[in-house]
């Protein structure tokens, strides 16, 4: 339902700036000031576009909360602002769909945070990742690193949450993946393939082929029966 961008403010103060548009309107909601200057990597929305996470050129990572009014900003602890040692590529940053929870790591670190309580609930070692999506349930995270795509379980019972699930991992690593809107299959995108698989059974169920481009996205429609595929040559 939203999108945040991230760039200088509009009206030339030179400031940096995130703003948050409404989906399908591309109507601005917020324009919102950070009273600083410094280059901003990456930008994540909650999907009801009341809380804002961003990591700054510094390797800073902030969070704010979006008040109807006023509009002051307020840094969320645990999420920042916390200083990333080094940052190296992008930092996989992702919220459920239900807005309850924000996944983030670095260094193979993944860190879940309960965006209400502002409390860690998962934190596990599982590997260099560079991206993470959350099912549509919220149970299970989807992350891509070296060593292909794995899932996460991350609202087990405390001793098994993090804990990688019995999948195969795909590699190598799709450049770009999906839920179903169901949870039960995930679609990947490659170079001239999109895969479906089955999460239940693990195995390839389709595969389509495409044009001579690389994928950089693709999604489920709302009904689950037809894939769409965005691809770069």
Not at 15 to 34: D, F, M, N, Y
Not at 68 to 78: G, K, L, Q, T
Not at 98 to 104: C, H
Not at 156 to 162: L, N, P, S, W
Request: charged share 25%.
């Amino acid at each position: 339902k939203f999108l945040a961008t991230g760039g200088e403010e509009t009206g030339g103060g030179g400031g940096s700036s995130i703003r948050v548009w409404a989906i399908p309107s591309g109507r601005e909601v917020k324009t919102i000031p950070l009273g600083y200057r410094k280059h901003l990597k990456q930008v994540a929305v909650s999907p009801d576009g009341q809380t804002v996470v961003w990591v700054d050129g510094s390797g800073f990572l902030h969070g704010l909360e979006i008040p109807v009014a006023p509009f002051p900003i307020v840094d969320i602890e645990p999420f920042g602002p916390r200083r990333i040692p080094k940052p190296e590529g992008p930092m996989p940053l992702a919220f459920s769909h239900d807005n309850k929870l924000f996944a983030t790591g670095r260094k193979g670190h993944l860190t879940v945070v309960d965006v209400q309580t502002k409390k860690v609930v998962v934190t596990r070692q599982i590997g260099d990742f560079q991206r993470c999506v959350f099912s549509p349930d919220g149970r299970t995270l989807a992350v891509t690193h070296p060593k292909g795509l794995q899932l996460v379980d991350v609202r087990a019972d405390e001793f098994e949450k993090g804990k990688v699930l019995q999948f195969k991992p795909l590699m190598p690593a799709p450049t770009c993946f999906a839920f179903s809107p169901d949870g039960d299959q995930l679609v990947t995108g490659e170079s001239k393939f999109a895969r479906i698989w089955d999460l239940t059974t693990g195995k390839e169920t389709r595969q389509l082929p495409l044009s001579d481009q690389q994928l950089i996205a693709v999604a489920f429609s709302a009904d689950g029966k037809e894939v769409s595929a965005v691809g770069i040559d």
